[in-house]
């Protein structure tokens, strides 16, 4: 994750009240438009976060990574977090699914406090509402496709049988009928992150979080990726959380969350503009990219 400790560094103790005061009153502009209302009225709020806060010390130093931030992100959304490297986009969401806990403020998933959860009950939590689509891919090099895909599902006590039939389904979905024997060292970057989104959305969770999850890719390969993970999210009615630097991964996105400084600098509602899935402006994105 590219985020985690590689934020603008800007020490805490040395901050001036003029920049503190600005970081504030760009927040608080961000905050009177990250409310747009869902599509749909009657969608109820999967994530809701509040005045969240996260702070890390290095050594004598504190590193002020998220500032004050709110935000309501609703059931069946695919949403953004968009930003540079050390925005602290990916801060927001380690905190979101409970892999940072904040300095200050509150993630509330589904009703429920994640930022108070034990470790314990987190992993619970995670493992009936959650999945997870790494830049990095973060698969088992021992273990062939099948296994990797139904991790998740040994996990969740599924019954080896049941859980290889759906992983297989799994596999064929993303195009990887013919490598589900396969390791990840046999497989190419493109292949290897169809497995982890088969792995991510396998036990159809309730929210699925991609962090960067194009990043290593060429363009066509990308697209190709954000359009299974745009269609699986839709069919299975789940909400997506997309971090990316990149602005046409964001033109997939039902909302934008532009991330500046640890802080939503502007909320964008891309409904009406966004590229769908098989539409011709993808295809010309890939086209443009590989006439360079």
């Not at 702070?55 to 949403?79: C, M, P, S």
């Not at 013919?178 to 292949?191: A, V």
């Not at 979080?209 to 699986?232: C, K, Q």
Request: glycine share 6%; hydrophobic share 40%; with cysteine.
């Amino acid at each position: 994750m590219d985020d985690g400790l590689n934020f603008n560094l800007r020490e805490v103790s040395t901050n001036t009240p003029d920049k503190i005061a600005g970081l504030a009153i760009r927040q608080t502009q961000a905050k009177n438009t990250a409310e747009i209302p869902a599509e749909n009225e009657s969608k109820k709020p999967a994530i809701i976060i509040q005045d969240l806060s996260k702070v890390f010390v290095i050594g004598k130093e504190k590193v002020r990574a998220l500032y004050n931030v709110n935000l309501t992100i609703y059931e069946d959304e695919i949403v953004c977090l968009l930003g540079t490297s050390g925005s602290g986009k990916s801060t927001l969401l380690n905190l979101m699914a409970g892999l940072e806990k904040p300095t200050k403020g509150s993630v509330t998933i589904f009703g429920e406090r994640v930022d108070k959860m034990s470790e314990r009950k987190l992993a619970v939590f995670r493992q009936k509402n959650m999945g997870f689509v790494f830049q990095s891919y973060n698969l088992l090099p021992t273990q062939n496709a099948i296994d990797n895909v139904s991790m998740p599902l040994a996990f969740a006590g599924v019954k080896r049988k049941d859980r290889t039939k759906r992983a297989k389904e799994m596999l064929r979905l993303v195009g990887l009928g013919k490598r589900m024997k396969h390791k990840p060292t046999q497989m190419s970057g493109g292949q290897q992150q169809r497995v982890g989104i088969a792995r991510a959305f396998v036990a159809k969770p309730k929210i699925v979080f991609a962090d960067e999850p194009t990043g290593n890719l060429d363009t066509r390969t990308t697209i190709e990726v954000m359009e299974m993970m745009v269609s699986m999210s839709r069919e299975n009615h789940q909400t997506l959380v997309i971090v990316t630097h990149d602005v046409e991964i964001a033109a997939y996105a039902d909302k934008i969350y532009h991330i500046t400084d640890g802080v939503i600098s502007d909320v964008e509602d891309n409904r009406s503009k966004q590229i769908a899935v098989g539409s011709t402006e993808a295809s010309e994105i890939i086209k443009a990219a590989e006439s360079v």
